[in-house]
């Protein structure tokens, strides 16, 4: 499918954006065209699978592409990464395009969308990523997920205490959540302090990272715990326990 924009036109958007916010080491021209066939696909599979709300190629730049990109400044060569409620790839696939390094577990409850993810990464060669339809709480309870990740990221997914019940399980000793939240992080961060080391983990903190576009610009919270100890085996609870009363 086409998009709306030349090939030529998208590729300068992407560069610059990605100049603009000190990622640009990340991009070569392989990655770019990679970036444009993904944007081919998610607007030819949108209607289909329900991907995403943003339609205009110069926002899946700043919007998704930028803002996933940005969290492999966080995450060291060679990482395992969890992606819990990955969606419809994000920040999963825009991070594996920029970091053929990571080894990457994406996770959602929707098939199909999962389905559309191994698809996508087989498609543009992305052998980092392994794709997985379970629910984050059953697949925190298997001993091939649980604790055998360096980091976990999750973005738009849930409330900060449910979310950490979801994630944390499956983070190593020593290793990190990176949660990107919305414009209620600190206040949820604020609360889920109790949440937090129930779970095994410490020191959560509160990052801004600030996107610029050409006309638009955006701050997205990023929420970082550390896990300092084990999850205790009774977490995560059933769903319906742990959005019921959130620890
Ligand atoms: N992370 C993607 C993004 O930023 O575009 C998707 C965000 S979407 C708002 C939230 C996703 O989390 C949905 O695809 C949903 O299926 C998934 N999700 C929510 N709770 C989940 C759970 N307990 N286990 C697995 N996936 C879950």
């Avoid at 803002?67 to 819990?84: F, H, M, N, Q, S």
């Avoid at 959540?177 to 604020?190: D, I, P, Q, R, T």
């Avoid at 919270?221 to 999850?231: E, F, L, S």
């Amino acid at each position: 499918m086409s998009i709306p924009i030349s090939a030529a036109e998208f590729s300068e958007y992407l560069y610059s954006v990605f100049e603009k916010n000190q990622l640009s080491h990340l991009l070569t021209g392989e990655k770019a065209d990679k970036f444009l066939a993904l944007t081919e696909r998610l607007l030819s599979e949108n209607e289909k699978y329900n991907l995403t709300a943003i339609t205009e190629p110069k926002k899946i730049i700043l919007n998704h592409y930028a803002d996933c990109a940005a969290l492999a400044l966080y995450l060291p060569e060679g990482a395992t990464v969890a992606d819990i409620g990955c969606g419809a790839g994000f920040p999963t696939l825009p991070l594996a395009i920029v970091r053929d390094d990571l080894r990457i577990l994406a996770v959602d409850s929707t098939a199909k969308r999962i389905a559309y993810v191994n698809e996508s990464a087989r498609l543009l060669g992305l052998s980092g990523v392994t794709a997985v339809a379970m629910r984050a709480e059953d697949g925190a309870k298997s001993p091939e997920h649980r604790e055998k990740f360096d980091f976990v990221t999750a973005r738009a997914v849930a409330e900060l205490r449910t979310l950490c019940e979801l994630c944390l399980p499956y983070v190593k000793v020593g290793g990190k959540m990176l949660a990107m939240k919305g414009k209620n992080a600190e206040a949820e961060l604020s609360v889920a302090g109790e949440a937090i080391r129930a779970l095994g983990g410490s020191h959560g903190v509160c990052e801004e990272i600030n996107l610029l576009g050409d006309e638009d610009s955006f701050t997205h919270p990023i929420v970082i715990i550390d896990k300092v100890k084990k999850t205790p085996p009774q977490y995560p609870r059933p769903y319906s326990q742990i959005s019921k009363k959130p620890l």
